[in-house]
């Protein structure tokens, strides 16, 4: 059936619901981008029964109250930031900016995870307390050079662009939070004396000296505390990211979970407590199929104290993992905090991503965070790692009138990120059984109830909505994603 036809069917469907019943404002996404959060039409909730009471029902219960959601987003890389502040205007900026970070003129992301020294998309390699060698491919620190006084700790790398541009999507979104993540500490606290994860020809892995574990602590105080003074307020903090994969090309660290329990039990909580800082530590930050890391660190006594709860990672496992570990732990909050789109996704890259983002918030997840907020049409610039990690948009100077394109990832955040406010609680929703339907629905402080809601078949489907006895149908084109709003009455 065509869509225009289908759409013709839809408005049917609802006109029997009358012109005074309750509103739905219908937001709607097909895998072409024909339509791309599209405000399509209106559906109202009747009392009545509606036509076609056989189609799948999806019911909406705000009664059920599970976790507050922290926020949608991605990462200002050092090579997004280089993008936008290099090879853009500042009008094109904004107008970016705008469409990222706005909620009149965009998609009002509200999570920006922030390296703290070079990740791989970067456009070199830099720590906050340079001693190394830079070259193109490594960042090495000679035998013997340390600080562990920190007295050559700078911030001066991320306030030439990185900061300001934090700045600039503070201002647009006020209720931004910034969550930071360590790739490396600088290569003097290693056993490697370099910044890389592990030795590209020996692939011994480098690890954090014992003798350093206050050193970075202090370091990591110190960034967070230099953030804020320069006007990014910082929410959370992990200490290493994907702490069990050490990349021979790019900034990493192994670490294991009783390292990572003595880090923050011993150093970095006591070093926190000091500064008075508030900022939640995150632990592990990798993947979903190693819950027994996290899980180590939780049960140490020192670390769990401090601990808020856990950051995932999308590459491995399955997200109902997070609801295994809430069982466990239902006193720790989780984390999305890492999940790339790429060349390696084949088929509706909009309905499986999607689908996952459903999936993360249904387990318990308080966000749901891709990678990089922009790379260029080469998928870089990068400093070895992922050559083919796809950015929320994809800037492209040689279209000088339009550099700036979104991605399907931008929608699949948009139709969550554009409607959820401060605040936003998740609701009961159920999937129905014998469908393609997947969904997950939030109450808004404000009274507005948001179902975000993916048709992940192949075929048209016809859906019915209910909620306080009342209920509205329509139909969601084959792969596609809508978002239904409506406000309590």
Same mark, same amino acid.
């Given at each position: 059936?065509a869509?225009?036809?289908?759409?013709?069917?839809?408005?049917?469907?609802?006109?029997?619901?009358?012109?005074?019943?309750?509103?739905?404002?219908?937001?709607?996404?097909?895998?072409?981008?024909?339509?791309?959060?599209?405000?399509?039409?209106?559906?109202?909730?009747?009392?009545?029964?509606?036509?076609?009471?056989?189609?799948?029902?999806?019911?909406?219960?705000?009664?059920?109250?599970?976790?507050?959601?922290?926020?949608?987003?991605?990462?200002?890389?050092?090579?997004?930031?280089?993008?936008?502040?290099?090879?853009?205007?500042?009008?094109?900026?904004?107008?970016?900016?705008?469409?990222?970070?706005?909620?009149?003129?965009?998609?009002?992301?509200?999570?920006?995870?922030?390296?703290?020294?070079?990740p791989?998309?970067?456009?070199?390699?830099?720590?906050?307390?340079? $001693?190394?060698?830079?070259t193109?491919t490594?960042?090495?620190?000679?035998?013997?050079?340390?600080?562990?006084?920190?007295?050559?700790?700078?911030?001066?790398?991320?306030?030439? !662009?990185?900061?300001? *541009?934090?700045?600039?999507?503070?201002? *647009?979104?006020p209720?931004?939070?910034?969550?930071?993540?360590?790739?490396?500490?600088?290569?003097?606290?290693?056993? !490697?004396?370099? &910044?890389?994860?592990?030795?590209?020809?020996?692939?011994?892995?480098s690890?954090l000296?014992?003798?350093?574990?206050?050193?970075?602590?202090?370091?990591?105080?110190?960034?967070?505390?230099?953030?804020?003074?320069?006007?990014?307020?910082?929410?959370?903090?992990?200490?290493?990211?994907?702490?069990?994969?050490a990349?021979? !090309?790019?900034?990493?660290?192994?670490?294991?979970?009783?390292?990572?329990?003595?880090?923050?039990?011993?150093?970095?909580?006591?070093?926190?407590?000091a500064? +008075?800082?508030?900022?939640?530590? &995150?632990?592990?930050d990798?993947?979903?199929?190693?819950?027994?890391?996290?899980?180590?660190?939780?049960?140490?006594?020192?670390?769990?104290?401090?601990?808020?709860?856990?950051?995932?990672?999308?590459?491995?496992?399955?997200?109902?993992?997070?609801?295994?570990?809430?069982?466990?732990?239902?006193?720790?909050?989780?984390?999305?905090?890492?999940?790339?789109?790429?060349?390696?996704?084949?088929?509706?890259? $909009?309905?499986?991503?999607?689908?996952?983002?459903?999936?993360?918030?249904?387990?318990?997840?308080?966000?749901?965070?891709?990678?990089?907020?922009?790379?260029?049409?080469?998928?870089?610039?990068?400093? +070895?790692?992922?050559?083919?990690?796809?950015?929320?948009?994809?800037?492209?100077? !040689?279209?000088?009138?339009?550099?700036?394109?979104?991605?399907?990832?931008?929608?699949?955040?948009?139709?969550?990120?554009?409607?959820?406010l401060?605040?936003?609680?998740?609701? +009961?929703?159920?999937?129905?059984?014998?469908?393609? $339907?997947?969904?997950?629905?939030?109450?808004?402080?404000?009274?507005?109830?948001?179902?975000?809601?993916?048709?992940?078949?192949?075929?048209?489907?016809?859906?019915?909505? +209910?909620?306080?006895?009342?209920?509205?149908?329509?139909?969601?084109?084959?792969?596609?994603?809508?978002?239904?709003?409506?406000?309590?009455?």
């Open positions: 059936m869509h225009s036809a289908i759409l013709g069917v839809c408005l049917a469907l609802t006109a029997s619901s009358g012109a005074g019943a309750q509103a739905i404002s219908v937001y709607q996404t097909t895998p072409d981008l024909l339509e791309a959060l599209s405000e399509i039409q209106v559906l109202r909730f009747s009392a009545r029964p509606e036509p076609g009471q056989a189609a799948p029902l999806i019911t909406v219960d705000d009664s059920q109250r599970f976790q507050e959601v922290d926020g949608l987003g991605a990462s200002m890389t050092d090579a997004a930031a280089w993008l936008f502040a290099k090879k853009l205007t500042p009008t094109q900026t904004d107008a970016a900016f705008k469409m990222l970070f706005s909620r009149k003129d965009g998609i009002a992301l509200s999570f920006l995870r922030q390296p703290i020294g070079s791989d998309l970067a456009v070199t390699f830099y720590s906050y307390d340079d $001693l190394c060698q830079q193109d490594a960042c090495t620190t000679a035998a013997g050079v340390t600080d562990p006084g920190l007295a050559h700790f700078t911030l001066a790398h991320d306030e030439e !662009s990185i900061l300001p *541009l934090l700045r600039q999507a503070v201002a *647009l979104n209720s931004l939070k910034v969550m930071l993540t360590p790739w490396s500490p600088p290569g003097w606290m290693k056993t !490697s004396g370099s &910044m890389l994860g592990s030795n590209p020809e020996t692939k011994e892995p690890s000296r014992p003798e350093f574990y206050s050193a970075y602590a202090n370091y990591l105080v110190k960034t967070v505390e230099g953030y804020q003074a320069a006007g990014v307020p910082v929410y959370a903090l992990s200490v290493q990211n994907e702490p069990l994969y990349p021979p !090309s790019y900034s990493g660290m192994r670490m294991t979970p009783e390292e990572q329990a003595v880090l923050i039990g011993n150093a970095l909580g006591p070093a926190m407590a500064a +008075g800082l508030k900022t939640k530590v &995150m632990v592990f990798h993947n979903w199929d190693q819950p027994e890391f996290p899980e180590t660190v939780m049960k140490d006594p020192k670390a769990g104290a401090v601990a808020a709860g856990v950051a995932w990672h999308h590459y491995a496992g399955d997200p109902s993992v997070m609801s295994e570990f809430h069982g466990e732990f239902p006193q720790k909050d989780q984390w999305v905090t890492e999940a790339s789109g790429g060349t390696w996704q084949k088929g509706n890259v $909009l309905a499986s991503e999607a689908a996952e983002l459903i999936a993360s918030m249904r387990n318990w997840a308080r966000s749901y965070v891709l990678w990089a907020l922009g790379t260029d049409k080469d998928h870089g610039p990068h400093v +070895g790692g992922c050559s083919t990690c796809r950015g929320l948009v994809t800037i492209d100077v !040689s279209h000088p009138e339009n550099p700036v394109t979104p991605e399907r990832d931008y929608y699949v955040l948009g139709h969550a990120s554009k409607f959820l401060p605040g936003a609680v998740r609701i +009961g929703s159920d999937e129905p059984a014998d469908s393609q $339907l997947k969904d997950v629905a939030f109450s808004n402080p404000d009274g507005t109830i948001v179902l975000y809601t993916l048709n992940a078949g192949t075929t048209s489907q016809t859906l019915r909505i +209910g909620f306080h006895g009342r209920t509205a149908a329509t139909i969601l084109p084959a792969g596609s994603v809508a978002t239904f709003v409506w406000k309590l009455k």
